[in-house]
């Protein structure tokens, strides 16, 4: 198990219905999900890899420490979209990194535990 999170780039969603109906679409891969392709998806996903690696980049002794190894599987990017998949013991650190990041990028954010919607800064 793990703490999933998706970020994307489109209009608001009015619903977390909405939301929840594009973040199946972007782990399925859809490519019509209804984002926006690479609208500051790179650049944001570069950020947070700066501060927490894809687990490829990890060296072998590090793939057991949960401070350096924090996803479950390396973030699934996809038309528009990351998926992250994150462990349990670090959850709420790494979710907040990416929802304060989202929101500088000017991207949403969903939490499809909760059905919870991160409004993105679009100043």
């Known amino acids: 198990m793990s703490f999933d999170l998706a970020v994307w780039h489109s209009p608001i ?34 950020d947070i890899f700066r501060t927490y690696p894809a687990l490829e980049d990890l060296a072998e002794k590090d793939l057991d420490d949960p401070k350096k190894a924090v996803w ?7 038309r ?29 954010v969903y939490d499809p535990q909760e059905k919870y919607i991160v409004i993105p800064n679009r100043a």
């Open 72 to 78: 479950s599987v390396t973030p699934q990017v996809t």
């Open 80 to 108: 528009g979209g990351v998926v992250f998949s994150i462990r349990w013991s670090v959850a709420d650190v790494v979710a907040d990194l990416i929802e304060e990041r989202a929101y500088r990028w000017g991207l949403v």
């Open 13 to 46: 969603p009015k619903s977390s219905r909405e939301a929840q109906t594009i973040y199946e679409q972007l782990c399925e891969g859809d490519s019509q999900v209804d984002t926006l392709p690479e609208h500051g998806v790179a650049g944001f996903l570069s």
